[in-house]
């Protein structure tokens, strides 16, 4: 079994910074691609940014171009997510989600989420 594990969730002010963490841990496996998703009270959840694991190609909401980067450490096989520029819209609960194989079977994964909070 894989597990995710979120960090780095807050409270901070319109125009601060945040930086998220997610770690997968478990068994042998290997990642396939990580990626970050947003949930806002009362909307369905979104992507947010993704990186595939090997070739550390990206990819970005729209609405977050230039503003956040995503970014992994394979040793640790970790993925971050900073934000900058943070607006109040970007309150929501983010996750954590992978495309995992554990012998050889994919499968997908979320972490338990973590919340942000922007205040205007």
């Known amino acids: 079994q894989v597990q995710l594990v979120e960090s780095g969730g807050g409270l901070v002010q319109a125009g601060g910074s945040l930086r998220l963490s997610c770690a997968a841990s478990?068994?042998?496996?290997?990642?396939?691609?990580m990626a970050w998703y947003r949930q806002a009270p009362g909307k369905e959840r979104e992507f947010v940014a993704g990186?595939?694991?090997?070739?550390?190609?990206?990819s970005y909401a729209d609405s977050v171009k230039g503003r956040f980067t995503i970014s992994r450490d394979n040793a640790k096989n970790t993925v971050y997510l900073q934000m900058n520029s943070l607006k109040p819209d970007d309150t929501a609960i983010y996750y954590c989600g992978a495309q995992i194989t554990v012998a050889l079977v994919p499968a997908n994964y979320w972490g338990q989420g973590t919340q942000v909070t922007v205040s205007s």
């Open positions: 990186i595939r694991w090997s070739g550390g190609s990206t």
């Open positions: 478990g068994r042998t496996f290997s990642i396939l691609h």
